[in-house]
């Protein structure tokens, strides 16, 4: 099963941009779609971005869509979420994960990993 690594949160001012990376190893990442999931404190995980195996399909939550951008590079087995008009509301816990949709929703799809990575830490000041 793939492992997951998360990389590039960081304190942006209201306004800024990020572009976070998810690093994949094992599984088979290329036969993945993958989403961006994030929990914020006091808060439920929620969805955020997620792509298609091949990159063709993507899905935004109604909160970000307009401002993320989420892409991927199978060849070096890595997800990106570029981030831009941060907002302070985006502040969380930003998690990846292979993911799996249900009509409007997306969720993790626990079958194809074991567990959740370190995620990265967004904190967005007014």
């Known amino acids: 099963q793939v492992q997951l690594v998360e990389s590039g949160g960081g304190l942006v001012q209201a306004g800024g941009s990020l572009r976070l990376s998810c690093a994949a190893s094992g599984g088979t990442f290329s036969r993945y779609s993958m989403g961006w999931f994030r929990q914020a404190p006091g808060k439920d995980r929620e969805f955020v971005a997620a792509?298609?195996?091949?990159?063709?399909?993507?899905a935004y939550s109604d909160s970000v869509k307009g401002r993320f951008t989420i892409s991927r590079d199978n060849a070096k087995n890595t997800v990106y979420l570029q981030m831009t008009s941060l907002k302070p509301e985006d502040t969380a816990v930003y998690h990846c994960?292979?993911?799996?949709?249900?009509?409007?929703?997306?969720?993790?799809?626990?079958?194809?990993?074991?567990?959740w990575g370190q995620g990265t830490q967004v904190t967005v000041s007014s």
């Open positions: 994960a292979p993911a799996r949709s249900y009509g409007y929703s997306w969720a993790p799809n626990e079958g194809l990993f074991n567990s």
């Open positions: 792509i298609g195996w091949s990159g063709g399909i993507t």
